[in-house]
């Protein structure tokens, strides 16, 4: 028999008056506001005994009734040998790893490959144990699909303090990325919130109630048919740079799931979007000095990069 759903009720602080039904669950219950507007889209949210959507404004006094999701159950970190991951650099307090694609960060609901812990672990490494238990160590992600440069804490130290620079935006994370078509401007920001998309929720988009986003890139190379692209992260959004330059009407190359042409990515042998994290910069948690570390292109990027270049 499955659990009954925990269901809380709490009356509406006078603070709260005139706020979103969604961020004034984000605030009563602790929850982010995307899991708050999550809830009230499934008619799991009742003001004073009626059905509240995520848009509805709040009384001071009023009774909020939730309907808590039911816990996950608990992720297991399976030790586990990732093909293809580089170690770049090694020390008392991080590693630094080159991620393969079709590797997750860290263990989740669902996933049932390879990950990064895992494959430290496999290999005899003691990572940081902050964080939650599936993603100890980890202080920032990169996709499935996304290869390159990841950072992990081993020291406890280590993790708070890299964990502070991700927070404050003074890490350097720099992608390479090849795009459909010219961007135009050559060089540029994007600016602009995202959120989960409204109609697929595997998806990420440009909406409204997103959380701000921002996206630096630098022209490297013209072609006929793609640009080859320097990216710089003010942010860290899930898929960022694939859901900006969708918006710029300038999808990654190979990337189908956000409307690249799926021609041009069998024309360059492409099973997904052209998309590596070449280099990353940051304050080294031990030494305090700038440590700046690179990552070659992936083969499956460089014959692809090679094939868009080769004269036809």
Known sequence: MSPLPEIRTLPVPEGLEGERVDAAIARMFGFSRTKAAELAAAGKVQVDGSAAGKSDRVTGGAWMEVELPQAAPPVRIVAEPVEGMEIVHDDDDIVVIAKPVGVAAHP????????VIGGLAAAGYRISTSGAAERQGIVHRLDVGTSGLMVVAKSERAYTLLK??????TVDKRYHTLVQGHPDPMSGTIDAPIGRHPNHDYKWAVI?????SVTHYDLIEA????SLLDVKLETGRTHQIRVHMTAHRHPCVGD???GADPQL???????RQWLHAVRLGFEHPGTGRWTLVESSYPTDLSEAWDRLRAPR
């Open 223 to 226: 072609f006929r048919a793609a």
């Open 265 to 271: 990515a069998e024309r360059l042998g492409l099973t």
């Open 256 to 258: 189908l799931t956000y």
């Open 208 to 212: 409204a109630e997103g959380k701000p």
């Open 108 to 115: 989740s609901p669902g996933w049932t490959g390879t990950t």
């Open 164 to 169: 502070q620079q991700f927070r404050e935006r």
